[in-house]
């Protein structure tokens, strides 16, 4: 995480950036976390895996990273 936004670089993986402007957080009810570039139609992300990332609900400081994520997307988007 920066001040432009999210990066994820996966193992055998290309690299996923997402800005802070266009990011949409989603807790599913079985603990994962999608993050969405809504600037992408959702056909896109699906079909390609662009501006879409998956965030596991074994990640470590879980409940840290939401809050952070969440901080951050008031503060870019000015809600």
Avoid at 24 to 36: A, P, Q, R, T, V
Avoid at 64 to 71: D, G, K, N, R
């Amino acid at each position: 995480m920066n001040d432009k936004g999210i990066e994820y670089k996966g193992e055998m993986m290309l690299s996923q950036k997402l800005g802070w402007r266009s990011l949409k957080i989603e807790e599913k009810s079985n603990g994962i976390i999608n993050l969405y570039d809504t600037s992408i139609p959702a056909f896109t992300r699906r079909m390609k895996g662009e501006g879409w990332i998956q965030i596991q609900p074994e990640i470590n400081n879980r409940e840290q990273l939401l809050s952070t994520l969440y901080a951050n997307q008031s503060k870019y988007q000015g809600k």
